[in-house]
């Protein structure tokens, strides 16, 4: 009988999990896109960090732009209709988002495309191409922000 | 009686340029013009070490020693004013003295936290920002927004009182400190004034730390030219 319960309960709570990720609430979804936001960040000043330095650590750059990479093209898909301030979530993405999607998919599309050059340069090892890739990754963080998040 | 010298002229350019690098931080800050924002920031940091050096060799109304008082004596300074008794003072009263020690505090603790700050894109940060943590570098980025409201509440508080001074209590602090001079009906000592050489020292002081801050406050010959000659990725653009 103990064992049921047990099993009853796993199996409530697999459902539960399956449920949630199907459906998320607009509350979820902003957490998660915020959470993938602060990996982009934290890859973006672990490798500023290291391209200051007199001797930047190769190791360093090529973990965090994988990282960066990884969470570049979570980007796009993090922003499923409902999910804006309409939501009554705090949030800084703004409404133009959902009002000119191609626009805003071109300039995810455009990080992906920057973080990927910027991890081919990571592996390649060569510091000067890290040097112009890490900078245009920077652009297409921009690029996004300056039309898409609202500004404090 | 008659005119006496009140400020001194390093007193008075960095009350006033404390006025216009205010304004220019909050234009720079509110539009994303975040490189124009650190530059600025960097000399609003040398005029707030200045001051504080200023604070301790300047004269005697700019010396901290001269009007930072105790709790006891503001409220027998208010006490008495109310009753229309207050004694003649040349420099700040012992209210005033607080006022300057909260504004520049605020100014000091305002910077501190821009040097840390980073934006989430962690490319537009503050000089200092590889000494923290992203979720520190973050959260003082947060700070820096509450910090500045506080600023700007004691902004309006310090015009309030200077715009009482003048229409309730009929006395002008504003044409002193463009001047340096104010007019006293009775006797009153004479401020005494800082040497030229203390005014460079504290000059070159100032500047000296706020261009170390601004290279990352590096440690070595060797970062600091590293620091010098490769200036971070953000210089060259604005990402925010």
Redesign the interface.
């Known amino acids: 009988m103990k064992k049921h319960i047990v099993l009853a309960l796993a199996a409530l709570a697999a459902s539960g999990t399956v449920v949630s990720a199907i459906a998320a609430t607009p509350a979820e979804t902003v957490a998660a896109r915020q959470a993938n936001f602060k990996q982009l960040g934290r890859a973006m000043k672990a490798i500023g960090e290291e391209l200051k330095k007199p001797a930047p650590d190769l190791g360093v750059i090529r973990t965090s732009a994988q990282s960066l990479n990884q969470a570049a093209g979570h980007v796009g898909h993090g922003f499923p209709r409902g999910s804006g301030p309409e939501s009554g979530v705090k949030t800084e993405a703004l409404a133009a988002i959902w009002q000119r999607p191609a626009d805003f998919q071109g300039a995810a599309r455009n990080l992906v495309v920057k973080a990927r050059d910027l991890q081919t340069a990571a592996g390649g090892g060569d510091l000067n191409r890290i040097r112009t890739a890490f900078p245009a990754v920077g652009g297409a963080c921009k690029g996004c922000h300056d039309n898409f998040r609202e500004r404090h | 009686m008659g005119k006496v010298r009140l400020w001194d002229a390093p007193v008075r350019l960095f009350h006033w340029s404390v006025v216009a690098l205010f304004g220019a931080l909050w234009w720079s800050g509110?539009n994303?013009r975040i490189d124009l924002h650190k530059t600025i920031g960097l000399v609003m940091l040398g005029l707030v070490v200045f001051r504080v050096l200023w604070g301790f060799l300047g004269g005697s109304t700019a010396r901290f020693g001269s009007f930072v008082k105790g709790p006891g004596t503001v409220f027998a300074y208010l006490r008495a004013s109310r009753e229309g008794k207050a004694p003649t003072i040349v420099g700040h009263n012992p209210l005033g003295g607080w006022s300057v020690l909260v504004l520049l505090g605020l100014l000091a603790l305002q910077v501190g936290l821009g040097l840390i700050a980073?934006d989430?894109?962690?490319?537009a940060?503050g000089p200092l920002?590889?000494f923290v943590s992203?979720d520190t570098?973050?959260a003082a980025g947060e700070a820096h927004?509450v910090v500045f409201n506080i600023l700007l509440l004691f902004v309006a508080l310090h015009v309030a009182a200077v715009l009482f001074y003048l229409f309730v209590k009929r006395d002008n602090l504003v044409h002193p400190m463009l001047s340096g001079h104010k007019a006293f009906t009775q006797a009153v000592e004479q401020p005494t004034f800082a040497p030229a050489w203390r005014l460079i020292l504290s000059v070159i002081l100032a500047a000296a730390f706020a261009g170390w801050i601004a290279l990352?406050a590096p440690f070595s010959l060797?970062?600091a030219?590293?620091?010098w000659q490769?200036p971070?990725?953000?210089a060259?653009?604005?990402?925010?």
């Open positions: 509110e994303g980073q989430t894109d962690a490319v940060s920002n590889h992203y570098g973050d927004e990352g060797e970062q030219k590293q620091a490769a971070p990725p953000s060259e653009e604005s990402y925010m």
